[in-house]
Antibody, heavy 121, light 107 residues
Framework: QVQLQQWGAGLLKPSETLSLTCVVS????????WTWIRQSPGKGLEWIGE???????NYNPSLKSRVAMSINTSKNQFSLSLNSVTAADTAIYYC???????????????WGQGTPVTVSS | SYELTQPPSVSVSPGQTARITCSGD??????ASWYQQKPGQSPLVIIY???RRPSGIPERFSGSNSGNTATLTISGTQAMDEADYYC??????????FGSGTKVTVL
């Protein structure tokens, strides 16, 4: 059974860069897109983007200019970087496995435990 | 941008049926998924591809999707079903989008 464990800094100042990493265990790392989703009181659940083992990425258009994702297949890890953060980026960030084939068929399971990130001066 | 609209709250008595709607333009032309989130926990998929239920999810959870509305139905609602529920779909312009969530209260 696939499990996702994530970590990263939880308190940032405005203009700093958010960095989170997620490690996958208990299942195949290849053949899937690995996803970041965040949850904030103001905007609810928001898809940030995804990456696969080949390094192909897709990002939310609203965040694309500030987001970068990377992957380390030797360690079954993938990472999120979000630069120039503001208070609006305060949220719980989740790493998630995307399931299904065609985009319209996709769903998200399982989810990591979540990392609360606060941006405050 | 594409939006999914859910009622903020639904109340139901134990043993009764709860129905949670998710509305979006031509939602029935794509697939909807549903997630349950209890306080302090990560979301958990309970319905995917409109009607499919992952292993381990009780049969009292079911889904449908037609026209502009997807519906999550909880039959014989139990106290443990009290949680927030989110729908999710995909759109060509927005990519993956989630509804704003519905809080289910079991009275």
């Amino acid at each position: 059974q696939v499990q996702l464990q994530q970590w990263g800094a939880g308190l940032l100042k405005p203009s700093e860069t958010l960095s989170l990493t997620c490690v996958v265990s208990g299942g195949s790392f290849t053949g899937y897109f690995w996803t970041w989703i965040r949850q904030s009181p103001g905007k609810g659940l928001e898809w940030i983007g995804e990456i696969n083992q080949g390094g192909t990425t897709n990002y939310n258009p609203s965040l694309k200019s500030r987001v970068a994702m990377s992957i380390n297949t030797s360690k079954n890890q993938f990472s999120l970087s979000l630069n120039s953060v503001t208070a609006a980026d305060t949220a719980i960030y989740y790493c998630v496995q995307k399931r299904g084939m065609a985009a319209a068929e996709n769903w998200f399971d399982p989810w990591g435990q979540g990392t609360p990130v606060t941006v405050s001066s | 941008s594409y939006e999914l609209t859910q009622p903020p709250s639904v109340s139901v008595s134990p043993g009764q049926t709860a129905r949670i709607t998710c509305s979006g333009d031509k939602l029935g032309n794509t697939f909807a998924s549903w997630y349950q989130q209890k306080p302090g926990q990560s979301p958990l998929v309970i319905i995917y591809q409109n009607t499919r239920r992952p292993s381990g999810i009780p049969e009292r959870f079911s889904g449908s999707n037609s026209g502009n509305t997807a519906t999550l139905t909880i039959s014989g609602t139990q106290a443990m079903d009290e949680a927030d529920y989110y729908c999710q779909a995909w759109d060509t312009s927005t990519s993956y989008v989630f509804g704003s969530g519905t809080k289910v209260t079991v009275l």
